[in-house]
């Protein structure tokens, strides 16, 4: 018999239930939408930070002071220490390489630069990996600036690594009227402008190269006087303050595999011979007070969405309930008892949120989708433990919804309502 | 009411005067409807109340966190020469308080043993101020006092003690105030208050480094103000700086449009589903209304008035109930009120009181086929 009423409610009125499962799923698709925003968005703003560029560098640990003045690298070639360019793909074989969005070597030598009828008597070429395939064992990979320096603009084409070709800095160019495709005397070698650079200071006064180049006009193969890294890192907290050394063996084994720019750091030391790893703190300390309050921000925002569609639910149960005072009437008049006609409601309500919430649950995940498609050109992470949370939300709503409306359905005289006074 | 006429006046005051009665009969003895309809408008204006205002001034919140990154234009004297000597007072009226700058000069001195190192001269307090990702142990208080770079102070003094430097023949002595940690060329560098430095060297402020806050039209406008300020210097954007803002700025807000345009709907037709039941409610009011002779015009009018008062009345409170939400999301994520946006209040008014009269009319179109005898009887 309850089979029976709940199965030909369902039929008998399509329309209405309908609108009330049309309502419950929309208001699981904002909620849903919302929260695999807002639990993705860290992430996708992580890429985003990473706009400004490396936030770990590394040195030779045995090197003299760097004389950097503006960006522009003052130290002779001769002086100071190297890093080895071999090591470098053993960047990508730490514990924390899917992290690691790239890497790129720079080794800064100065030269005198002619071109047309002008010359310069000193002008830094940058030797650095453009976008370099790299072999690690069985895994292979494409890193350079421009993964790591997204910011830098080329107007023209970038040069391919290990060739004769170059970028002129804007200033440069300027000074000495390049263009893309001009030719240029430089270190004893006619090296072809493939594009005009925008970037840093320094950058835009010099040339940037293949990091092969730089190496043979120097007469180092194999020598990098720095790697800048790219790296997803995890806001700093109370533990990436503190120092590896004084932790206790438990600690320190949660410190080094928590994506921190400092046991990143730590780890890239431990697979580069003779090197000292650090983060940048201009990149890596406001990177993790952004993220923070970004994601603060879509967590209330999505706090606020759920309470607008946990309302609009609510009110859609209320009004299909209150619509149906007659029935209660009349199931009360035939002598079922207020146990009876609430169990009926509730088991209505709760078909309606577990259907509604799976439709729901769908279109949420696709307005998710779309939202990170279009904002962020990348997919949003699906969470599987999202689907039974959101089902069991839904359903606890739809009840907490329908609970006031039903104890009102069943305060009712019967036969008041059924004369259609009340 | 414009008085052309008494007899006028008097003959068609009944019927407003009925019609005020009706509609606040109609809310006060039906209280529990219209108290629901009323809570669905105060909640539904003030989330959107509150996700408007929290829109405007989300921007403003989150470059005051940008601006953690330092300068985002650099003033460069041309090649040889210092700045004016009151080139800082010109940055800081182009600023005019929107942002901090800091003067810098360098040269490369000599340690004891030969080796060079970046001798920087600045102002503390001013670089404080910018550079708030320097990690220092210990600020300068004294005109002697010198910030070392971790790599520099490994070098020149690594238990601590004075050292001295050489610049064009002439030496000085330094004491270590505290060391400087960045990660980056700074590292490497000793810096000394500005007049002490230029006392050493004979050198001035060479660059100012800025950090205007505002939009990129503002900040093109900054640049502006300074170049013309400062006919002799080049003004230079960082690049790396600005772009890294304008994009993650730029994707944060499109993911709060995103999101604030979900919940307005979210509220929007929460708003219509109440409202159309509560005007179905009150069919049998209709009914007897047009039983008693009443006109199309008047039921219609009857209904619309009561939605829009029900509108007007549970968006101004819910106006208020958003801003106060809006204050707090901002004193909770970003400890720092959030301006209330009066400007706000008539657009949410007017939106709320045209979703309720939608709601109104949507139902008003079914029920004008009916019968008043059908409803009447109660089918």
Redesign the interface.
């Given at each position: 018999m309850f089979l029976r009423l709940l199965f030909e409610s369902f039929r008998r009125q399509k329309r209405r239930k309908l609108l009330a499962g049309v309502a419950v799923a929309l208001g699981v698709a904002v909620a849903t939408a919302m929260i695999a925003v807002a639990t993705d968005i860290g992430d996708k703003m992580n890429r985003e930070l990473r706009t400004y560029g490396a936030n770990i560098v590394a040195y030779p640990e045995e090197d003299t002071l760097d004389v950097q003045v503006g960006g522009v690298d003052l130290k002779p070639v001769s002086q100071g220490a190297y890093l080895n360019e071999a090591d470098l793909p053993k960047i990508k074989g730490t514990f924390w390489r899917h992290n690691i969005l790239g890497f790129a070597p720079f080794l800064p030598v100065h030269l005198a630069v002619t071109a047309g009828g002008a010359s310069l008597p000193d002008v830094q070429l940058l030797g650095t990996y453009f976008a370099k395939p790299l072999k690690l064992g069985d895994d292979s990979f494409t890193t350079g600036v421009r993964t790591t320096h997204p910011w830098w603009k080329v107007e023209g084409a970038w040069p391919a690594d290990d060739s004769e070709q170059v970028l002129a800095g804007e200033d440069l160019a300027r000074k000495l009227g390049l263009k893309p495709g001009d030719r240029i005397q430089a270190g004893g070698r006619a090296l072809e402008v493939t594009g005009i650079l925008s970037a840093g200071p320094a950058e835009n006064q010099g040339l940037v190269g293949p990091l092969s180049l730089a190496q043979a006009i120097a007469g180092r193969p194999g020598a990098v006087r720095q790697v800048f890294v790219s790296a997803l890192t995890k806001p700093e907290d109370e533990l990436a303050r503190r120092d590896p050394a004084s932790m206790s063996p438990e600690v320190r084994d949660r410190w080094y595999c928590s994506p921190y720019a400092n046991s990143i750091a730590f780890q890239i030391q431990e697979v580069l011979p003779h090197a000292r790893a650090e983060q940048i703190r201009q990149v890596a300390q406001n990177e993790g007070a952004v993220l923070n309050k970004i994601q603060g921000l879509m967590l209330l925002i999505t706090l606020a969405a759920l309470l607008a569609a946990g309302l609009a639910v609510s009110a859609a149960m209320a009004t299909a309930i209150l619509e149906r005072r007659r029935e209660v009437g009349l199931m009360k008049a035939l002598g079922a008892g207020n146990v009876a006609v609430a169990a009926l409601f509730f088991t209505e309500a709760a078909l309606l949120a577990l259907l509604g919430g799976t439709a729901g649950y769908a279109a949420g995940l696709l307005l998710a989708q779309g939202i990170a498609r279009s904002i962020f050109a990348s997919r949003v992470a699906l969470q599987p433990v999202l689907f039974p949370l959101v089902l069991g939300v839904a359903v606890v709503v739809t009840f907490a919804g329908s609970a006031a409306s039903i104890r009102r359905a069943l305060r009712f005289e019967p036969a008041l309502v059924l004369r259609g006074d009340a | 009411m414009n008085g052309d006429g008494q007899p006028r006046s008097a003959r068609s005051g009944g019927r407003p005067r009925m019609f005020v009665r009706l509609l606040l009969r109609a809310m006060l003895v039906r209280r529990g409807r219209a108290l629901?309809a009323l809570a669905?408008i105060l909640?539904?204006s003030g989330?959107t109340a509150?996700?408007l205002n929290?829109y405007v001034d989300?921007q403003a919140?989150?470059q005051r966190?940008?601006r953690?990154?330092?300068a985002n234009l650099?003033v460069?004297a041309p090649q040889g020469a210092t700045l004016p000597e009151d080139a800082l007072a010109q940055v800081d009226a182009a600023l005019a308080g929107r942002g901090t700058a800091a003067p810098f000069a360098?040269v490369?001195a000599k340690t004891s043993d030969g080796?060079?190192?970046?001798v920087a001269g600045t102002d503390f307090t001013r670089a404080r101020k910018l550079?708030s990702?320097?990690?220092v142990t210990k600020w300068p208080d004294t005109p002697a006092g010198a910030l070392v770079g971790r790599?520099?102070a490994s070098?020149l003094s690594p238990e601590g003690r004075p050292f001295d430097l050489t610049f064009g023949g002439k030496p000085l002595r330094l004491a270590q105030a505290g060391i400087l940690?960045?990660?980056?060329?700074e590292?490497?560098r000793v810096y000394l208050s500005l007049p002490e430095f230029t006392a050493w060297t004979g050198v001035g402020a060479t660059?100012i480094e800025v950090a205007a806050s505002g939009t990129p039209e503002e900040i093109r406008q900054v640049m502006q103000r300074l170049a013309s300020a400062l006919p002799g210097a080049e003004v230079?954007p960082?690049?790396?700086?600005q772009?890294?803002e304008a994009?993650?700025l730029g994707?944060?807000r499109?993911?709060?449009l995103?999101?604030?345009a979900?919940?307005i709907?979210?509220?929007a037709?929460?708003l219509l589903?109440?409202l159309?039941?509560w005007v179905?409610?009150h069919r049998?009011d209709f009914a007897v209304m047009k039983a008693l002779g009443a006109s199309h015009r008047m039921v219609n009018a009857f209904f619309a008035a009561q939605a829009a008062a029900l509108g007007a009345l549970g968006a101004t409170l819910g106006f208020f109930l958003g801003v106060g939400?809006a204050a707090w999301?901002g004193r909770?994520?970003?400890q720092a009120a959030v301006t209330p946006r009066l400007s706000l209040f008539p657009a949410v008014v007017l939106g709320s009181i045209a979703v309720a009269l939608l709601a109104a009319v949507l139902p008003m179109s079914i029920l004008r086929r009916v019968q008043p005898a059908a409803i009447l009887r109660?089918e």
């Open positions: - | 629901t669905a909640v539904a989330a509150a996700m929290l989300v919140k989150l966190e940008f953690g990154y330092g650099i460069v360098y490369i080796a060079p190192v970046v550079d990702f320097w990690a790599r520099a070098l940690k960045t990660g980056a060329a590292d490497s660059s230079r960082l690049r790396q700086i772009e890294g994009r993650v994707k944060t499109a993911t709060l995103a999101s604030i979900l919940i709907l979210t509220a037709l929460c589903a109440t159309t039941a179905m409610e049998k939400a999301i909770a994520n970003f109660g």
